[in-house]
């Protein structure tokens, strides 16, 4: 079992630690809504990963995997979320956005970020590619065994995003003390969330 899960936790934390559109949606929050909208978000985020583990253990990720159309409504559904943030962003005034898009309440926040994570399709593929192969008795209670590999994901998921909201929320303060850079997180904001959409469409 240790031969397993040590390989596993190795790669998730490889890929969590690499560009994509969850950490910098975390930073993105963090930096212009601080460490706490930050962490919230990272709470939304992984709770996310339920449902892709579910979609795994019971077979469901692999008739989204199966079917063409299905797999592209949920791209199209999940761009077309990320660019509504964008217009979001656009419409906001430069002062305000220097905290962020329009303050939300904790549990916008977390359901934001719980949204993100379950309408990216990469993340559904890439759980029915990656976790078959750390099943450690392929032959026994597969669910349980998913729903454990799962769970190891969101921890060191909300380890690695949590300390990437710590870290961008001491950049908040400095950009409080700018008004100007008000304007430049107002585009980076637009272009991030424009960028991640094109991404998950292609």
Do not use: C
Request: proline letters at 4%.
């Amino acid at each position: 079992m240790l031969l397993q899960l040590i390989p596993f936790l190795t790669a998730s934390i490889l890929l969590t630690l690499s560009p994509g559109p969850d950490n910098i949606y975390v930073l993105v929050q963090s930096i212009s809504n601080g460490k706490k909208a930050g962490i919230v978000t990272t709470l939304g985020l992984v709770s996310g990963i339920l449902i892709h583990t579910s979609l795994v253990a019971f077979g469901v990720s692999a008739v989204i995997k199966a079917s063409p159309v299905l797999f592209t409504l949920i791209k199209v559904f999940g761009a077309l979320y990320l660019f509504y943030l964008a217009y979001k962003v656009f419409k906001s005034d430069s002062t305000i956005a220097i905290k962020g898009v329009p303050e939300k309440s904790s549990g916008s926040l977390f359901r934001q970020g719980f949204i993100m994570n379950v309408l990216n399709p990469k993340v559904t593929i890439f759980f029915l590619a990656f976790f078959p192969g750390f099943l450690w008795e392929p032959e026994g209670n597969t669910i349980l065994q998913f729903y454990l590999l799962g769970f190891l994901f969101m921890i060191q998921a909300l380890l690695i995003f949590g300390a990437v909201a710590l870290l961008a929320g001491k950049i908040s303060e400095y950009l409080m003390q700018h008004r100007r850079s008000g304007d430049f997180l107002k585009w980076i904001q637009v272009v991030v969330f424009i960028g991640i959409g094109i991404l998950i469409l292609l």
